[in-house]
């Protein structure tokens, strides 16, 4: 079975197909060089590949494509103007292009063919001279480029790639691995891998979540929620709001409007710490801001917005937006100390 999706398999081969037919017209349509000179080149098979089928890898970006490929095509053609024997020329030109690619941070697979490729030129190539890096090696390279960037981000798929923002540990992880941590294991691997630390750290974070709702056993939010919940009405005068509060020990109330819709939230900080002496209703000093999660969310779904993000308690809705409980991350605790327990 396939490891790749079906929309991945399409976008990698429909990218390629209009990639590569668009870098050869352009390349066709610009005047000058002999009659015989590619108007594609080779390489640009294996570019489409990277640009199309695994955009995120850090090969595929923009500087390792462009950098990659005009440096390494005029490296392998400074090896053929320096050297007379063509294989000495072309191990040359091909080892001397990666070292460079390397060294500038632009190392990119088919730019090792590039060099290839110039290191031993054809007549045709060779009457081009230094012009075969603009053409047709700068123009394939750059028209190839722009579909990628077109057809992968019409598609869904982020191009150029960045990694997922860092996030603190999950309560799942014991060790809160960081992106400085995964850096420093990857430069004691034998074998370098070549992906972004980032990208391993929101597998890593991906696998945790899935390893709690797991242990979990995918309990959803409505099980642990509290349904007898204290509210506002924007309507209602804040010294009510403040005596609801007070009579019912709670930290927030949700304001929901006539059909149970969150409209806003009260904390004890809005209606005690400030002076309220002009303000008569709720809806003069509530915070519309308010994050909801829905009754049917996996409590491990539950854990980052109630951890990096910070919320401490959190109205719970149905599929129509309507209020139908509260969450507190002292509940949270609890069933995340039980799931622990049962681990042990």
């Known amino acids: 079975m396939s490891r790749y999706s079906t929309s991945e398999m399409a976008r990698g081969a429909a990218g390629a197909l209009l990639g590569i037919a668009v870098a050869g017209a352009t390349a066709r349509a610009v005047p000058g060089g002999p009659e015989l000179l590619p108007f594609i080149v ?37 090896a053929y103007w320096l050297i007379d024997d063509v294989l000495i020329a072309a191990a040359v030109g091909v080892g001397a292009a990666i070292g460079v690619m390397m060294l500038l941070n ?7 063919a590039c060099a290839l490729l110039a290191a031993t030129a054809t007549p045709a190539i060779a009457d081009q001279g230094p012009l075969f890096v603009f053409a047709p090696v700068a123009v394939n390279t750059l028209a190839l480029l722009v579909i990628a960037l077109v057809v992968n981000n019409l598609t869904g798929r982020r191009y150029p ?51 709690l709702d797991r242990r979990l056993g995918s309990i959803p939010v409505s099980r642990i929620m509290n349904t007898d919940v204290a509210v506002a009405h924007p309507f209602e005068s804040i010294y009510r709001a403040r005596a609801l509060i007070v009579q019912r020990q709670v930290k927030t109330l949700p304001v929901i409007d006539s059909e149970r819709r969150v409209i ?22 509530m915070r519309p ?27 719970v ?5 309507r209020l139908v409980g509260m969450i507190t991350r002292g509940e949270l ?12």
């Open 317 to 321: 809705v149905d599929d129509d937006g």
């Open 289 to 315: 801001d308010v994050t909801t999660i829905l009754a049917s969310t996996p409590v491990a779904d539950l854990v980052p917005v109630m951890t990096s993000e910070g919320y401490k308690n959190v109205p």
């Open 264 to 285: 806003g939230v009260l904390s004890i900080i809005d209606l005690f710490t400030r002076d309220l002496v002009e303000l008569e209703t709720v809806d003069s000093i």
């Open 161 to 211: 790639h960045r990694p997922p923002a860092p996030t603190p540990a999950s309560a799942a992880s014991e060790l809160g691995i960081t992106t400085p941590d995964v850096e420093e294991a990857m430069k004691r691997l034998a074998d370098r891998l070549d992906v972004l630390p980032a990208d391993i750290v929101a597998i890593v974070r991906d696998a945790e979540t899935h390893a």
């Open 106 to 112: 632009c190392l990119h697979p088919p730019g090792g």
């Open 333 to 344: 605790i609890a069933v995340l100390h039980r799931a622990l327990l049962g681990a042990t």
């Open 42 to 78: 080779a390489p640009m098979g294996a570019c489409a590949v990277l640009l199309f089928a695994v955009p995120a890898s850090p090969l595929a970006q923009p500087w390792p494509v462009v950098g990659g490929n005009l440096i390494s095509t005029a490296v392998g053609l400074t």
